[in-house]
C-alpha cells in the first residue's frame, strides 16, 4: 500500500510565538502501510541505504515502497518489555553490522536475517538493562542503561567505565575525535549531568537548568566542539567545556520537548508530545509544523527525529512513520474546480497572459481573470460579459474576444467593460485564433460554414472555406494551418488549395509554434511535430507508452523540452529522446485531466494549463530533475540447483560463490529514492556476459559459463540521474570436467597416449625395416650369389660343350640376378629417400638404352627427401617398362628421363624421339602401367604423335602406404584413352 500524503499548508497554534513559516510536505507511513507497529522508537538508515524503523514489534527494513519485518528469537523475553519484540535503539557500526537493543543488546546478522542477542536479560550474562547503543570512531559499540552499576561501557567490557546509582542513562553519543557523550538523570529528572568518555577517562559536568522526564527519548544532539542541543521542559544548547546552558527563547512553561535533533542546515528540531517545533538557525525563530488533524495527543508524541541522505526528516511517533520534506514543490494550483465557489477556478478551457494578469476561460463562470492571487469575474449574471459557456478566447487588435453559447462578443482589459452586443452567433465549440498581421480568424463551431477574418469591429475581411470544421486554426503568416481529422494548410495568398498532410485518422487538438520552423500538434493519438520546411510530419516516439495517449497541448519551452497536457496529467517529454516524465498531486499537480488549448505563458514565463479542476502554474526553469542521485541496494541472492533453490539470502559478502551444478542464480535489487520512491527504477549488468544495461529489480541468469564475473547495478531516477553503482563478485564454480586440472589431465592422458601409439608404431617400423633389410641381405647373400654361380658355371660348360641351351640357361641366370637386384633395392630401408631412385634409374637406363644417346633431367629435385619404399619400386618399374618399349618399338635416337619435384607430388617422364604412334593397340604393358601408378595413388598417361616421338608421364605423391589399396579387389582396367593419339603397348 502507497504511504498517504497530506499537505501540511495550515500551522496549527500551540501557545508558541510563530513566525518565518515553513511548509514541509508531510506524509504519514503507518500499519496499514506494512509496518510492523505504529509505535516508533528509532530510525536509522544503514550504508546500503535501507530504513531501518526500530518499533513495539520487531525490526523494519524499509525501501520506500514496503517493509520487511524480522523479530527476535522465539521466547525471548525482556524484564523491561511486556513482551519479546519491542526493540528501543539502532546503531550500524563501521562494518555495516546492525547492533539493537531490546532490555540487552544484539545484532543483526545479516547473512542468516535473523536477530541474536549477545547479552539477554534473562541470559546468565546479563549485566543489566540496556537502553541505548552507539559506536565510537574506533567501531566499538557501546552500551548504555541501567547498568548494575549504571554507566555506559563497550559491550566486551566486563564492567562499565562510569558508575551511577539510581540513574538514567540517555542518548550516548559519538563525535569526530573518538569521545562518546551522554547524559545521566535521577529517576525525577529534576537534575541532569553530562558525561564523556575518551580513551579510558570520564569527566562529568551538572547541566544547570535543564529538567528531563523519563518519557524523554533522544536527549541530545551533538552540535560540535563539545556542545550539545539538550531536550526537555527547558531545551536549550549547553557547551561542555564553560558549563554553559542557553535556553530556547520564548519556550512556552510546560512544553516538553521529548527529543532534539540539529539538521544539516544548522535548524533544530524539538519533537513535543503534540508536534514538532523547528527553530531557525539564523533567527532563532520557532515554526509549529502540524503532522495531521484528528489524530489523539499521544499519537502526535515524537520520539525520535532523523534526517536521511536527500535531507528528508523521519519522526518516529506512537501513530506511525511520518516523511517531512522541505524542498519547495514547483507547482501551484489555481482554484477548486467547484463552479460555485467564488474563491476558486471551475472547468478551465483556453487561457491569455495579459498585463494585467491570467485571463480564464471557463465553462459556466465566463471568464476568470487571476492577479496576484485574486480572482475578479466576468459573466453574464454580473452584467459584464454575452455569455457564460466560454469556447474560446483570445487577445487580438487591442481587445479581449470571447467566444461563447451566446456569440462572439468583446471586452475591453483597460477598462473591464464588455459590449454585450453579440457580434457574430456561434454554435458549441467554436474557435478564435490572432491572424497575421492584424485581424481574428474565427470560426463558430458549425461544419457548414466558413473560416472568416474579422476586423476590430467584427466586421468580415476575407472568408475561407476549407470544408471542415477545425480544432484549431494557427496563422503563420503565409499558410493558414488548420487542425482537424489530420492537419492541413490554406496558401493565404491565393486562398485556396487546401492541402492535406498525413494522420487523417486523428484528431489535432493545438497547433503551437516551436523553434526550427516546426509545429507541435497535440492529437488523440499523442504529440506529433510538423516541419514546416519539408511538410514531414510524424508522430513521437516515447520510451514507454504515455499514461494518457490523448494529448490536449504542446508547448515548447526554452530548453526544448516539450509540455503535454494530457488525459491523465502533465508530462515533460524530451522529443530527441523521447524520455518523459509525469507529474501528478505528489507533485503539487491537481490537474488530472487538461483541456484543448487551455495554455498561456505570462510575462515572467511562468506556464499555465488549465484543466477540469482548475489551473496549474509554474515556472519550467523551476521544474529540475530529482536533487539526490537514487541508490540501490542487493536485497537478496538465491541460488537453484535443477529448479530447487538451494540458498536465499540478503546479500552482504563481497562476493557470491555459485556452486557446481547450479541451474540459476537470482538476485532481488532495491532501487532507493526516498523523497520519490514511486519515480526509480534498478538497472543491471553482469561484466563479460550481457552486452549492455538491463533494466529490472527481479534478475535471473540460467546455465552462466563458469568463471568469474562482476555483477553491477545501479539505481535511476525518471529524470535520468543515475546513482552509484553497486557491483558484486559472482564466482561461477566449474563442474569436474569444466576445470582446468581436469582439462589438464585429459591433455596428459591424450598425449601419453598419442605418445604410446607412436612408440608402438615407431617400435612396428623398426621392426619392418629391420624385416626388410634381412630379407634384402638374404636375398643378395643367399640367392643372388647362386644364381651368379649358376650363370658362371654355365659359361664354363659353353666353352667345353657346344650346346644352345646353356647359353640360355645362363642368360637367364643373369637377368634373374638383374630382377633379384632390384628386389633387393625395393626392399632396403636404407634406399628409403628420393636420390637412390635417381641412381637406379641411372643403371636401367645405362642397361636398356647401351648404344643409344640419353640422359636423366632432374628439375628441384632434393635427393634426400624421404621416398616410401612402393612409390619408389613402382615408378622404377613403369620406367623400366617404358624404356622397354620406346627401345622396342620406337627405334629412337635419343631418349630423356625427366624427374620432376612438384611439392607433394613426383612425376617422371620418359621421353623419346622415335616413330610415335596413333593407334594403340588394346594390351597388357599400357594397362599394367596405369595400375602400377593408380596403386600407389597416382596416374599414368602417354602422349604420341606419329614421326614426333613418344612421353610418358606417371605421377605419384612422395609418400604413399603401402597396401593403400586393397590388392584383393584390383583388377586391370581399361586402356586409358590418350589425348593426342592412342599410344600403343
Given at each position: 500500500m502507497a504511504?498517504?500524503?497530506?499537505?501540511a499548508?495550515?500551522?496549527?497554534?500551540m501557545?508558541l510565538p510563530?513566525?518565518?513559516r515553513?511548509?514541509?510536505?508531510v506524509t504519514?507511513?503507518?500499519?496499514r502501510?506494512?509496518?510492523s507497529h505504529?509505535?516508533?522508537n528509532?530510525?536509522?538508515q544503514?550504508?546500503?541505504?535501507?530504513?531501518?524503523?526500530?518499533?513495539y514489534?520487531?525490526?523494519?527494513?524499509?525501501?520506500?515502497?514496503?517493509?520487511?519485518v524480522?523479530r527476535l528469537?522465539?521466547g525471548?523475553?525482556?524484564e523491561r518489555?511486556?513482551?519479546?519484540?519491542?526493540?528501543?535503539?539502532l546503531?550500524e557500526?563501521?562494518?555495516?553490522?546492525?547492533?539493537?537493543?531490546s532490555?540487552?543488546?544484539?545484532?543483526?546478522?545479516r547473512s542468516e536475517s535473523?536477530?541474536?542477542?549477545?547479552?539477554?536479560?534473562?541470559g546468565?550474562n546479563f549485566?543489566?538493562?540496556?537502553y541505548?547503543?552507539t559506536?565510537?570512531?574506533?567501531g566499538?559499540v557501546?552500551?548504555?542503561?541501567?547498568?548494575l552499576?549504571?554507566g555506559?561501557r563497550?559491550?566486551?567490557?566486563?564492567?562499565?567505565?562510569?558508575v551511577?546509582e539510581d540513574?538514567?542513562?540517555?542518548?550516548?553519543?559519538?563525535?569526530?575525535t573518538g569521545?562518546?557523550?551522554?547524559?545521566e538523570?535521577?529517576?525525577?529528572?529534576?537534575?541532569?549531568?553530562?558525561?564523556?568518555a575518551?580513551?579510558?577517562?570520564v569527566?562529568?559536568?551538572?547541566v544547570?537548568?535543564?529538567?528531563?522526564?523519563p518519557?524523554v527519548?533522544?536527549?541530545?544532539?551533538?552540535?560540535?566542539?563539545?556542545k550539545a542541543?539538550?531536550a526537555?521542559?527547558?531545551?536549550?544548547?549547553?557547551?561542555?567545556?564553560?558549563?554553559?546552558?542557553e535556553?530556547v527563547?520564548?519556550?512556552?512553561?510546560g512544553?516538553?520537548?521529548?527529543?532534539?535533533q540539529?539538521l544539516?542546515d544548522?535548524?533544530v528540531?524539538?519533537g513535543t508530545?503534540n508536534?514538532l517545533v523547528?527553530m531557525?538557525?539564523r533567527?532563532?525563530?520557532?515554526?509549529?509544523?502540524?503532522l495531521?488533524e484528528?489524530t489523539?495527543?499521544?499519537?502526535?508524541?515524537?520520539?525520535?527525529i532523523?534526517?536521511d541522505?536527500?535531507g528528508?526528516v523521519w519522526l518516529g511517533?506512537r501513530?506511525g512513520?511520518y516523511?517531512?520534506d522541505?524542498a519547495?514543490?514547483p507547482f501551484?494550483?489555481?482554484g477548486?474546480g467547484s463552479?460555485?465557489?467564488s474563491?476558486?477556478l471551475?472547468?478551465?478551457?483556453?487561457m491569455?497572459?495579459?498585463a494585467r494578469g491570467?485571463?480564464?476561460?471557463?465553462?459556466g463562470?465566463?471568464v476568470?481573470?487571476?492577479?496576484d492571487?485574486?480572482y475578479v469575474?466576468y459573466s453574464?449574471?454580473?452584467?459584464?460579459?454575452?455569455g457564460?459557456?466560454?469556447?474560446?478566447l483570445?487577445?487580438?487588435m487591442?481587445a479581449?474576444?470571447?467566444l461563447t453559447?451566446a456569440?462572439?462578443?468583446?471586452?475591453d482589459?483597460?477598462?473591464?467593460?464588455a459590449s454585450?452586443r453579440?457580434l457574430?452567433?456561434s454554435?458549441?465549440?467554436g474557435v478564435?485564433?490572432?491572424?497575421?498581421?492584424?485581424?481574428?480568424w474565427?470560426?463558430?463551431?458549425?461544419s457548414?460554414?466558413?473560416?472568416?477574418r474579422?476586423d476590430v469591429?467584427?466586421?468580415?475581411?476575407?472568408?475561407?472555406?476549407?470544408e471542415m470544421g477545425?480544432?484549431?486554426i494557427?496563422?503563420?503568416?503565409?499558410?493558414?494551418?488548420?487542425?482537424g481529422?489530420?492537419?492541413?494548410?490554406?496558401d493565404l495568398?491565393?486562398?485556396?488549395?487546401?492541402?492535406?498532410f498525413?494522420?487523417?485518422?486523428?484528431?489535432?487538438f493545438d497547433?503551437r509554434e516551436g523553434a526550427d520552423s516546426l509545429?507541435?500538434l497535440a492529437?488523440?493519438?499523442?504529440p506529433a511535430?510538423l516541419?514546416?520546411?519539408t511538410?514531414?510530419?510524424?508522430?513521437?516516439?516515447?520510451?514507454r507508452?504515455l499514461?494518457?495517449?490523448v494529448?490536449y497541448?504542446?508547448?515548447?519551452?526554452?530548453?526544448?523540452?516539450?509540455w503535454?497536457?494530457?488525459?491523465?496529467?502533465?508530462?515533460k517529454?524530451?522529443p530527441?529522446?523521447g524520455?518523459?516524465r509525469?507529474?501528478?498531486?505528489e507533485d503539487?499537480?491537481?490537474n488530472?485531466?487538461?483541456?484543448?488549448?487551455?495554455?498561456a505563458r505570462g510575462?515572467d514565463?511562468t506556464?499555465?494549463f488549465?484543466?477540469l479542476?482548475?489551473?496549474t502554474a509554474?515556472?519550467?526553469?523551476?521544474?529540475?530533475?530529482n536533487?539526490?542521485a537514487?541508490?540501490?541496494?542487493?536485497?537478496?541472492?538465491?541460488?537453484?540447483?535443477?529448479?530447487?533453490p538451494?540458498?536465499?539470502?540478503?546479500?552482504?559478502?563481497q562476493?557470491l560463490?555459485?556452486p557446481?551444478?547450479?541451474?540459476?542464480?537470482?538476485?532481488r535489487?532495491d532501487?532507493?529514492?526516498?523523497?520519490d520512491?514511486?519515480?526509480?527504477?534498478?538497472r543491471?549488468?553482469?561484466?563479460d556476459?550481457?552486452?549492455d544495461w538491463?533494466?529490472?529489480?527481479e534478475v535471473?541468469?540460467?546455465?552462466?559459463?563458469p568463471?568469474?564475473?562482476?555483477?553491477?547495478?545501479?539505481?535511476?531516477s525518471i529524470?535520468g540521474?543515475a546513482?552509484?553503482?553497486?557491483s558484486?563478485e559472482?564466482?561461477v564454480?566449474?563442474?569436474a570436467?569444466?576445470?582446468?586440472w581436469?582439462?589438464?589431465?585429459?591433455?596428459i592422458?591424450?598425449?601419453?597416449?598419442v605418445?604410446?601409439?607412436?612408440s608402438?608404431r615407431?617400435g612396428?617400423?623398426?621392426?619392418?625395416?629391420?624385416l626388410?633389410?634381412?630379407?634384402?641381405t638374404?636375398l643378395h647373400?643367399?640367392?643372388?650369389s647362386?644364381?651368379?654361380?649358376?650363370?658362371m658355371?654355365?659359361?664354363?660348360?659353353?666353352?667345353?660343350?657346344t650346346?644352345p641351351?646353356?647359353?640360355?640357361?645362363?642368360?637367364?641366370?643373369r637377368?634373374m640376378?638383374?630382377?633379384?637386384?632390384?628386389?633387393?633395392?625395393a626392399?632396403?630401408p636404407?634406399?628409403?629417400?628420393a636420390g637412390?631412385?635417381?641412381e637406379h634409374l641411372d643403371?636401367?637406363?645405362a642397361t636398356?638404352?647401351?648404344g643409344?644417346?640419353?640422359?636423366i633431367d632432374v628439375?628441384?629435385?632434393?635427393e634426400?627427401?624421404?621416398?616410401?619404399?612402393e612409390?619408389?619400386?613402382?615408378v622404377a618399374?613403369?620406367?623400366?617398362?617404358?624404356?622397354h618399349?620406346?627401345?622396342?618399338?620406337a627405334?629412337p635416337g635419343?631418349?630423356a628421363?625427366?624427374?620432376?619435384?612438384?611439392?607433394d607430388?613426383l612425376e617422371?617422364?620418359v621421353v623419346d624421339?622415335?616413330?610415335g604412334?596413333?593407334n594403340p593397340k588394346?594390351g597388357?604393358g599400357?594397362?599394367s602401367?596405369?595400375?602400377?601408378?593408380?596403386?600407389v595413388?597416382?596416374t599414368?598417361?602417354?602422349d604420341?604423335?606419329?614421326?614426333?616421338?613418344?612421353?610418358?608421364t606417371i605421377r605419384?605423391p612422395?609418400?604413399?602406404?603401402a597396401?593403400?589399396?586393397?590388392?584383393a579387389?584390383r583388377?586391370?582396367g581399361?586402356?586409358?584413352t590418350?589425348?593426342?593419339?592412342?599410344?600403343?603397348?
Amino acid at each position: 500500500m502507497a504511504p498517504r500524503l497530506l499537505l501540511a499548508a495550515a500551522f496549527l497554534a500551540m501557545a508558541l510565538p510563530v513566525s518565518a513559516r515553513q511548509e514541509a510536505r508531510v506524509t504519514r507511513i503507518d500499519a496499514r502501510d506494512g509496518l510492523s507497529h505504529n509505535t516508533v522508537n528509532d530510525i536509522l538508515q544503514s550504508q546500503d541505504g535501507y530504513l531501518w524503523v526500530a518499533t513495539y514489534d520487531g525490526l523494519n527494513r524499509y525501501n520506500g515502497r514496503e517493509f520487511e519485518v524480522l523479530r527476535l528469537p522465539p521466547g525471548f523475553r525482556s524484564e523491561r518489555q511486556a513482551h519479546s519484540n519491542v526493540i528501543d535503539n539502532l546503531v550500524e557500526d563501521d562494518q555495516g553490522r546492525i547492533w539493537f537493543t531490546s532490555g540487552g543488546v544484539g545484532y543483526l546478522d545479516r547473512s542468516e536475517s535473523r536477530l541474536i542477542m549477545v547479552n539477554p536479560t534473562d541470559g546468565p550474562n546479563f549485566r543489566g538493562q540496556v537502553y541505548r547503543a552507539t559506536v565510537d570512531t574506533g567501531g566499538r559499540v557501546w552500551e548504555c542503561g541501567s547498568l548494575l552499576p549504571g554507566g555506559c561501557r563497550p559491550v566486551s567490557t566486563a564492567s562499565p567505565i562510569a558508575v551511577s546509582e539510581d540513574q538514567h542513562i540517555w542518548d550516548p553519543a559519538p563525535d569526530d575525535t573518538g569521545r562518546i557523550w551522554w547524559v545521566e538523570t535521577d529517576s525525577l529528572g529534576a537534575s541532569m549531568q553530562m558525561f564523556v568518555a575518551h580513551e579510558g577517562n570520564v569527566s562529568s559536568r551538572l547541566v544547570p537548568g535543564a529538567r528531563l522526564k523519563p518519557s524523554v527519548q533522544q536527549a541530545i544532539t551533538l552540535s560540535g566542539d563539545g556542545k550539545a542541543w539538550i531536550a526537555g521542559e527547558h531545551p536549550g544548547l549547553f557547551d561542555f567545556w564553560t558549563g554553559s546552558f542557553e535556553a530556547v527563547e520564548e519556550w512556552p512553561d510546560g512544553q516538553l520537548a521529548a527529543t532534539v535533533q540539529e539538521l544539516s542546515d544548522g535548524s533544530v528540531l524539538f519533537g513535543t508530545e503534540n508536534g514538532l517545533v523547528r527553530m531557525d538557525a539564523r533567527s532563532g525563530h520557532l515554526t509549529k509544523i502540524s503532522l495531521t488533524e484528528g489524530t489523539s495527543p499521544i499519537g502526535l508524541w515524537i520520539q525520535e527525529i532523523m534526517e536521511d541522505r536527500e535531507g528528508l526528516v523521519w519522526l518516529g511517533t506512537r501513530s506511525g512513520l511520518y516523511r517531512l520534506d522541505w524542498a519547495p514543490l514547483p507547482f501551484r494550483h489555481l482554484g477548486t474546480g467547484s463552479a460555485n465557489d467564488s474563491d476558486g477556478l471551475p472547468v478551465a478551457l483556453e487561457m491569455i497572459a495579459h498585463a494585467r494578469g491570467i485571463w480564464v476561460g471557463t465553462l459556466g463562470r465566463g471568464v476568470v481573470r487571476v492577479e496576484d492571487g485574486r480572482y475578479v469575474e466576468y459573466s453574464r449574471r454580473q452584467g459584464t460579459l454575452c455569455g457564460d459557456q466560454v469556447w474560446s478566447l483570445q487577445q487580438a487588435m487591442g481587445a479581449m474576444w470571447t467566444l461563447t453559447e451566446a456569440g462572439l462578443c468583446r471586452l475591453d482589459p483597460g477598462s473591464a467593460e464588455a459590449s454585450m452586443r453579440v457580434l457574430r452567433p456561434s454554435k458549441d465549440g467554436g474557435v478564435l485564433a490572432p491572424a497575421r498581421p492584424t485581424g481574428l480568424w474565427f470560426w463558430p463551431g458549425d461544419s457548414h460554414s466558413p473560416i472568416v477574418r474579422l476586423d476590430v469591429d467584427g466586421a468580415e475581411i476575407e472568408s475561407l472555406d476549407p470544408e471542415m470544421g477545425p480544432w484549431s486554426i494557427f496563422d503563420d503568416g503565409r499558410y493558414l494551418w488548420l487542425g482537424g481529422y489530420g492537419i492541413h494548410r490554406i496558401d493565404l495568398a491565393s486562398g485556396d488549395g487546401l492541402e492535406t498532410f498525413g494522420m487523417i485518422s486523428n484528431i489535432v487538438f493545438d497547433i503551437r509554434e516551436g523553434a526550427d520552423s516546426l509545429l507541435w500538434l497535440a492529437t488523440d493519438a499523442g504529440p506529433a511535430v510538423l516541419d514546416r520546411r519539408t511538410t514531414e510530419l510524424r508522430l513521437l516516439e516515447t520510451e514507454r507508452p504515455l499514461p494518457g495517449r490523448v494529448t490536449y497541448t504542446a508547448i515548447e519551452d526554452e530548453e526544448g523540452w516539450l509540455w503535454l497536457g494530457s488525459n491523465r496529467g502533465l508530462i515533460k517529454l524530451e522529443p530527441g529522446t523521447g524520455r518523459f516524465r509525469v507529474f501528478g498531486p505528489e507533485d503539487g499537480v491537481m490537474n488530472i485531466e487538461f483541456d484543448r488549448r487551455a495554455f498561456a505563458r505570462g510575462p515572467d514565463g511562468t506556464f499555465y494549463f488549465g484543466g477540469l479542476d482548475g489551473v496549474t502554474a509554474f515556472h519550467p526553469d523551476l521544474v529540475r530533475p530529482n536533487r539526490f542521485a537514487p541508490t540501490v541496494a542487493l536485497a537478496s541472492a538465491r541460488i537453484e540447483e535443477s529448479g530447487r533453490p538451494i540458498r536465499s539470502l540478503p546479500v552482504v559478502e563481497q562476493a557470491l560463490r555459485v556452486p557446481p551444478g547450479a541451474h540459476s542464480f537470482t538476485f532481488r535489487l532495491d532501487p532507493m529514492l526516498f523523497s520519490d520512491p514511486t519515480r526509480v527504477e534498478a538497472r543491471y549488468r553482469l561484466l563479460d556476459y550481457d552486452p549492455d544495461w538491463v533494466s529490472g529489480h527481479e534478475v535471473r541468469y540460467t546455465r552462466v559459463p563458469p568463471g568469474r564475473y562482476t555483477f553491477e547495478a545501479a539505481a535511476a531516477s525518471i529524470d535520468g540521474l543515475a546513482g552509484p553503482v553497486t557491483s558484486l563478485e559472482v564466482n561461477v564454480m566449474p563442474r569436474a570436467w569444466q576445470t582446468w586440472w581436469f582439462r589438464l589431465m585429459v591433455l596428459i592422458a591424450a598425449v601419453s597416449i598419442v605418445w604410446a601409439f607412436a612408440s608402438v608404431r615407431a617400435g612396428h617400423r623398426r621392426r619392418l625395416e629391420a624385416l626388410r633389410l634381412r630379407i634384402a641381405t638374404d636375398l643378395h647373400d643367399e640367392v643372388g650369389s647362386h644364381l651368379s654361380g649358376i650363370a658362371m658355371m654355365a659359361d664354363v660348360i659353353r666353352g667345353r660343350v657346344t650346346d644352345p641351351r646353356l647359353e640360355k640357361i645362363s642368360s637367364s641366370a643373369r637377368e634373374m640376378v638383374q630382377r633379384l637386384r632390384e628386389i633387393v633395392w625395393a626392399v632396403d630401408p636404407a634406399a628409403d629417400r628420393a636420390g637412390t631412385l635417381i641412381e637406379h634409374l641411372d643403371e636401367i637406363a645405362a642397361t636398356m638404352l647401351a648404344g643409344r644417346s640419353w640422359v636423366i633431367d632432374v628439375d628441384g629435385f632434393d635427393e634426400e627427401r624421404p621416398m616410401g619404399m612402393e612409390v619408389r619400386h613402382q615408378v622404377a618399374l613403369v620406367v623400366r617398362e617404358a624404356l622397354h618399349n620406346a627401345v622396342r618399338h620406337a627405334d629412337p635416337g635419343h631418349v630423356a628421363i625427366e624427374l620432376s619435384d612438384q611439392r607433394d607430388w613426383l612425376e617422371v617422364a620418359v621421353v623419346d624421339d622415335g616413330c610415335g604412334f596413333e593407334n594403340p593397340k588394346p594390351g597388357h604393358g599400357l594397362a599394367s602401367m596405369t595400375e602400377r601408378a593408380e596403386s600407389v595413388g597416382g596416374t599414368f598417361s602417354v602422349d604420341s604423335s606419329p614421326g614426333l616421338g613418344t612421353r610418358a608421364t606417371i605421377r605419384v605423391p612422395w609418400i604413399s602406404a603401402a597396401g593403400r589399396r586393397d590388392r584383393a579387389m584390383r583388377r586391370p582396367g581399361p586402356v586409358p584413352t590418350v589425348e593426342a593419339t592412342p599410344g600403343r603397348e
